[in-house]
């Protein structure tokens, strides 16, 4: 068994995986990153907007 040595001892310490040097991202990677990002902080951005907009209607009971 994998878990137990020579003497019989438990060894319940899970088994680290192999280090291995990433790859830093090609153009296509980049661009899509950009995109992204891109999209995501225009999402943000909209949705607090709709919140203040809601707020306000609330406030003033358009």
Do not use: S
């Not at 020579?6 to 790859?23: S, T």
């Not at 943000?44 to 809601?54: E, R, S, T």
């Amino acid at each position: 068994m994998p878990y137990t040595d020579d003497d019989g001892r438990l060894n319940n310490f899970a088994r680290e995986p192999k280090m291995y040097q990433a790859e830093p991202p090609n153009k296509d990677q980049q661009r899509n990153y950009i995109f992204l990002g891109i999209a995501g902080a225009v999402l943000v951005i909209f949705w607090w907007l709709w919140l203040l907009l809601c707020k306000h209607r609330l406030k003033y009971k358009l």
